[in-house]
């Protein structure tokens, strides 16, 4: 048995960026179920909250890397050499991108570059996984739902600008620098551990706390709750990104997503029920963003004919599992 | 007189970014002789090799500036207040982007995204110019030439796709920042004082050089001299970007060029006519970039019918001049 994983390991090198963060730690999860004895590289500009040493099935490492900084970039791919890459690390909030575009931009752009210059420089043989955003796609209309991947982009905000230059610059290094990489564009995902800054994480925690204090009903204040989304598990996207990565063509690019559209007030209903509280939704027509799409639903057939992904957890496990995280991780 | 150029001067501040390069000094030649009393701010990374006392109608500042340092522009802004902004900065040469792809990128996109902060931040009344690349185009078939605004973009080198998030972050900032933005896509400009990297300016030098030292007949080493490109007078460029700029819409994007092709060889021809030398082409075939299009041709229909703008130089005036400039200054 030591001897499969040692052998394995020999092309189970992972160098994942933005190692610190939800989907990352999903990730690891993954491999340590279904790549045992596969070596993870982590960097990230601050330290992970969980504990490297969950992991048993995996060696891991951990460095404190600026993906900006070309020096310590060039140390860490001599000295570990990965087969894959898992481009993680990104600026990822819209907002955000609103209020300092210029930062926004150059830790989402900038910081990929980076990183694709460090590997061009390496001359190392090894696979991107370069993750991006369905924002790129913009307001589409109705009639061109669900969203697929040759449906012409428009990038609308900062953010969108960056993950569109994102996937030009992975073109252009395919094309011309022979760089091996793979692209997702990929939609809103949920799941146990997702900060409460995000939508439907927050919900959770809400009404876990209200619940937690003996309260048998709660307000949620929000905005527009009657847009449709299209949400996928945290487990189902880290699946697909492996899937991606280690089966995906170089040069294209997969919609990550369920390929469902739900109403954002029947997720928030669906989270009462299994908290076992009643809910009354406040609009606050302030949180209401104009230009927000009424409806955004992704295709995932490319992804599905292509490399034979399909989702698996339903979204009432994906909300079990939310509240039972908040449950245990709230007070 | 006095008195009509102090009002004109009230709407009359140009702030002029990449002021040091040739086609700001040849912008200031048609400020000089068209906008009397215009106020120039010009900055730059580099001292400007022109004299600023040669341009006797106008009021010229120049301040040593990189624009990525926000708190040097923000000054600049509050001092100045310019009213229109000429953004010629940039790293325009495509085969230095595919030597430092992140270099280029920076000095081209993040310069550019630091400088419409700045302007955000300062909330002054000021329309932009931003000069662009028909890069941007890639390789356009023949049956889609001339090629027009609404052509698909398509970036293929490091630099091409900087130009091409240089239009999407403009749009973002036109439709959400309100900033008045206009684009151009520049095609191939030639004319006195362009250095001699770019290949008309060294094929007129290279001539001017042999016949000054008496020789009757020379020879060119070059690489595909069948190639049609759309070359442009500098003079005709920054009457076209004073158009764009003064009654071109926000938002909009024009080509400026000349809507005429001609093969590289003929132009070479007409310079050895010119020069009074006989010139012999030697093709070396490492000089061939095999991406390189074979016909590029823009559209200029936009720009004639919008704004009423047509080139005016003829390309055997323009060759005339260039071949003046080389024999003042050249050895």
């Not at 490297?52 to 060696?59: G, H, I, Q």
């Amino acid at each position: 048995m030591n001897r499969i994983v040692e052998d394995m390991s020999k092309n189970n090198k992972y160098l994942i960026t933005g190692f610190s963060g939800f989907v990352s730690k999903h990730f690891l999860d993954y491999l340590n179920k279904y790549e045992p004895g596969a070596a993870v590289f982590g960097i990230d500009i601050c330290r992970p909250s969980f504990n490297l040493a969950d992991y048993r099935s995996l060696s891991i490492q951990f460095a404190k890397i600026d993906l900006l900084d070309k020096e310590a970039l060039a140390k860490c791919f001599a000295a570990f050499q990965p087969n894959y890459i898992v481009h993680l690390a990104a600026a990822s909030s819209v907002a955000y991108s609103w209020q300092e575009p210029a930062i926004s931009f150059r830790n989402n752009t900038n910081v990929f570059l980076s990183l694709l210059e460090a590997i061009r420089k390496s001359g190392g043989d090894v696979k991107v996984l370069s993750v991006g955003s369905s924002e790129v796609y913009g307001n589409v209309p109705k009639k061109m739902l669900p969203i697929k991947e040759i449906t012409p982009l428009n990038p609308l905000s900062p953010y969108a600008v960056a993950r569109v230059a994102q996937e030009m610059i992975s073109r252009v290094y395919v094309d011309n620098f022979h760089l091996k990489i793979v692209m997702t564009r990929s939609f809103n995902h949920i799941g146990p551990g997702q900060k409460d800054i995000f939508v439907i994480s927050s919900f959770a925690k809400q009404m876990v706390e209200a619940k937690k204090k003996g309260l048998n009903k709660g307000q949620i204040v929000t905005g527009d709750v009657s847009i449709i989304r299209d949400f996928l598990d945290v487990r189902d996207v880290v699946r697909a990104y492996s899937s991606i990565l280690k089966r995906g063509e170089s040069g294209e690019v997969y919609n990550v997503c369920g390929g469902q559209g739900v109403v954002l007030r029947d997720v928030i209903e669906k989270i009462a029920d299994i908290v076992g509280i009643k809910v009354t939704i406040k609009v606050n027509k302030e949180l209401i963003r104009p230009s927000d799409n009424k409806i955004i639903i992704g295709s995932s057939n490319k992804i599905k004919h292509d490399l034979g992904w399909k989702p698996e957890i339903s979204l009432e496990r994906s909300l079990q599992d939310i509240t039972r995280y908040w449950d245990e991780n709230s007070n």
